[in-house]
């Protein structure tokens, strides 16, 4: 018996023109679950065209959306639409970072490296010769 193209109603399946935007995040790899995408979103961490976004909001292709991870913030333009999370490669070819967007995070990524302060969350304690740097700058 050959196989169909068919879903269960019997028509051919269409090409998606509108999804979920908790589901987009989650096909195109930027969280692990979708309740994780939806947490985010609903934090106010993802922005659609400017405007703060809520999970059910429905994305076409073209969009802009504003991610925030972490200490970074990524600008990425919605290029296609797909429900389903596939591997990396194909994952990244559902949108497109904007170039300032690339240029903002290389410039933080310095100027980061360039603080002698600044110590990642969850590092652990300081080290002998990192507590003497601290009290030697804070002192001075």
Same mark, same amino acid.
């Given at each position: 018996?050959?196989? +169909? ?28 679950? #979708? ?11 993802? +922005? +659609?065209?400017?405007? #703060? ?42 949108? #497109? ?27 652990? #304690? ?15």
């Amino acid at each position: 018996m050959p196989k +169909h193209n068919a879903n269960k109603t019997g028509k051919a399946p269409t090409a998606l023109t509108r999804l979920r935007i908790d589901k987009w995040l989650w096909a195109a790899r930027f969280y692990k679950t #979708r309740s994780l995408a939806s947490e985010a979103i609903k934090g106010g961490k993802i +922005h +659609h065209q400017g405007d #703060r976004a809520k999970p059910s909001k429905e994305l076409v292709v073209g969009d802009e959306l504003t991610i925030k991870q972490g200490y970074t913030e990524k600008t990425v333009i919605v290029l296609a639409l797909s429900d389903k999370r596939g591997p990396a490669p194909q994952a990244a070819l559902l949108y #497109r970072e904007t170039p300032e967007s690339i240029q903002k995070r290389e410039n933080f990524k310095t100027v980061v490296k360039t603080q002698p302060a600044y110590r990642d969350t969850g590092s652990g #304690r300081p080290t002998k010769r990192e507590r003497r740097k601290i009290i030697q700058f804070t002192r001075s």
